[in-house]
């Protein structure tokens, strides 16, 4: 059985999703540890109901970026977990973390990247007047929502929706790819081999695969 730590900040319903998939099955892995960033966030409600471990590594009480992520290693290393999951994670990442888990670690960003790395996305978008709108995932080097990306899901903005609502078709999205990726990654069928992703015949995913979501 391979071994997942998730890394949350909030809301947690990413973390949800890949839960609920170990549990049934979906991914041949289980989740060994979440960390959160922060306290009193719906996504470690949401460990305790799947009986999941977490502790939070708050990043205010460290005096810089390489201490709270060197705190967050501590934690992470002894566990040996096969893949790092960032699911709404909402930090940058030193070189030293970022390298020390090369190839293990994997984020969701809720954009077409490289279109609008970091916050508010989903109000870019609209304001921009796209016609689309979506997720990536990506493998994760030191770079805000950068690495080589596994997959991406789009959806058509339909610009009367309110922002919130472009949000919750999002996660959506989300929820159905990011636990297919995982599984994925999980079984083998997906890797990072340098700066490349490797796709064995076996995955649902390809190069350049984007999926579009009529949600
Ligand atoms: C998700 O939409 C995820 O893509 C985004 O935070 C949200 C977390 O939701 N991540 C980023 O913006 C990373 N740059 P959740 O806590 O309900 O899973």
């Known amino acids: 059985m391979k071994k997942i730590v998730v890394l949350i900040s909030g809301g947690g319903s990413n973390l949800e999703a890949i839960a609920k998939a ?5 991914i041949p892995a289980s989740v060994e540890l979440v960390i959160s ?3 009193d966030v719906k996504g470690l409600e949401r460990a305790k109901k799947f009986h999941l471990m977490s502790k939070v590594i708050e990043h205010q009480k460290y005096n810089s970026r390489e201490e709270f992520d060197q ?3 501590e934690q992470i290393l002894p566990i040996e977990p096969d893949l790092v ?3 709404g994670f909402m930090r940058i990442l030193s070189k030293d973390f970022t390298d020390a888990l090369s190839g293990k670690l994997i984020n969701i960003h809720p954009s077409l990247l490289p279109n609008y790395p970091g916050l508010n996305t989903h109000k ?3 304001e921009n007047g796209d016609l689309m709108h979506g997720i990536s995932v990506h493998y994760v080097n030191n770079e805000l929502d950068g690495g080589p990306i596994i997959t991406q899901g789009a959806l058509k903005i339909d610009p009367s929706q309110s922002e919130t609502k472009l949000i919750n078709r999002i996660h ?3 929820h159905a790819v990011y636990p297919k990726v995982i599984a994925d990654i999980a079984k083998g069928y997906i890797s990072l081999q340098g700066d490349q992703v490797k796709f064995e015949s ?3 995913f390809s190069p350049n695969h984007m999926e ?3 949600v």
């Open 124 to 126: 870019q978008a609209i």
């Open 202 to 204: 076996e995955s649902y």
């Open 22 to 26: 170990c549990k049934i099955g979906n």
């Open 212 to 214: 579009f979501f009529n």
């Open 71 to 73: 705190a967050l290693l």
């Open 172 to 174: 959506k999205i989300e």
């Open 37 to 39: 960033n922060q306290t």
């Open 85 to 87: 999951v960032l699911a």
